[in-house]
């Protein structure tokens, strides 16, 4: 677990977010039906180099690509390869950037085309569902908090909230403690101190929470075949306020 002690730390987890942030913002522009998923990877890995980083998740345990694109039933880590987006696709984009040995790390899901209100509901509620975890990364709140406070809000509307996969603590290594679940008890775990960098990542879908794994070894689905949607910010948590690192 990274504990920042000097503004320099903090300056540079600010950069590396800064270049997710702008990366997420040039793929936005190429989103469209027709554009593969192999495509995105490559604009993606040109960004990146050329903004002075380095793609955090290329080669991390083996993973074949810069960034992980997940189209529709797929949860999270998508491989990027020669897929076609089409109309009414929702596909997630999630972004790692390592620079001067520390990472950012965000993921964004995004409509390719005309989507159903049924789904855009379900981006919305998902979003909020982070937005809501993140109030709750202040300092003295347990990482229980967190879990909990989205929990509650996306069973209201009856989505499902994946448990097989939860967000992290990040810094000079891309994955770190705590492991941050998106359900849970209120008060539980351990308290969030000022220094810490967590990653906040809930994905929810709109129906049952469970995945299964493709043959491939990393691609998660859900097991009923439902959509998920995934938002992800890495925030610094510090004495006088909890800054998004990976916003513009």
Not at 71 to 88: E, F, K, M, R, S
């Amino acid at each position: 677990m990274i504990i920042l002690k000097s503004d320099r730390e903090v300056q540079i987890m600010r950069e590396a977010g800064r270049i997710v942030a702008q990366c997420h913002a040039v793929l936005e522009k190429s989103i469209q039906p027709g554009i593969t998923t192999k495509e995105l990877d490559q604009i993606a890995e040109k960004f990146i180099l050329a903004a002075g980083g380095i793609p955090s998740f290329k080669g991390h345990h083996g993973f074949p690509a810069c960034i992980c694109t997940s189209i529709n039933d797929v949860i999270c880590h998508g491989i990027p390869d020669q897929t076609a987006l089409q109309d009414g696709d929702v596909i997630t984009i999630d972004i790692g950037v390592k620079l001067e040995g520390y990472h950012g790390d965000s993921a964004w899901s995004y409509a390719v085309g005309p989507i159903t209100p049924a789904l855009a509901q379900l981006m919305r509620v998902t979003k909020e569902c982070l937005d809501l975890g993140i109030e709750q990364a202040r300092p003295g709140k347990r990482i229980g908090d967190i879990g909990a406070v989205i929990q509650r809000y996306a069973e209201q509307f009856h989505y499902g909230v994946v448990r097989e996969f939860c967000g992290h603590g990040i810094g000079q290594n891309l994955w770190e403690e705590p492991q941050i679940p998106h359900y849970g008890q209120p008060g539980r775990g351990p308290v969030i101190k000022p220094g810490m960098v967590i990653a906040i990542e809930p994905m929810i879908t709109n129906g049952k929470w469970q995945a299964k794994i493709d043959r491939d070894g990393w691609t998660a689905r859900t097991i009923d075949n439902s959509i998920c949607i995934q938002y992800e910010h890495t925030l610094a948590v510090l004495e006088s306020e909890t800054v998004i690192l990976t916003q513009l």
